[in-house]
Nanobody
Framework: VQLQASGGGLVQAGGSLRLSCAASGRTLSRYAMAWYRQAPGKQRELVAAITSGLSTNYASSVKGRFTIVRDNAKNVVYLQMNSLKPEDTAVYYC??????????????WGQGTLVTVSS
């Protein structure tokens, strides 16, 4: 399976971006998916995850601002990011798990897309 992330860019604080993660080689509907991010000098962290049953969970730092959704018909997962803050600046990665729930480590990763939020 290949995951292709897109949608990153430069945005001012308070702005919005939508990241997309398109999959090929595997139907994603049965698997949990997630977005991670890694800021300079920091460890990669889980931002948001969605199960095959469409349950979601978020890092406390983004709850209420970010929304993860999946379009199974298009085999795409999105991360809608609103009210962006400079501390959201990071490389964002989409990832997929080998089962319906986001447990353990993801089994496959996309390439990162850079999000830069200016103050």
């Amino acid at each position: 399976v290949q995951l292709q992330a897109s949608g990153g860019g430069l945005v001012q604080a308070g702005g919005s971006l939508r990241l997309s993660c398109a999959a090929s080689g595997r139907t994603l509907s049965r698997y949990a998916m997630a977005w991670y991010r890694q800021a300079p000098g920091k460890q990669r962290e889980l931002v948001a995850a969605i199960t095959s049953g469409l349950s979601t969970n978020y890092a406390s730092s983004v709850k209420g601002r970010f929304t993860i959704v999946r379009d199974n018909a298009k085999n795409v997962v999105y991360l809608q990011m609103n009210s962006l803050k400079p501390e959201d600046t990071a490389v964002y990665y989409c990832a997929g798990y080998q089962n319906a729930l986001p447990t353990g480590q993801p089994g496959f990763w996309g390439q990162g897309t850079l999000v830069t939020v200016s103050s």
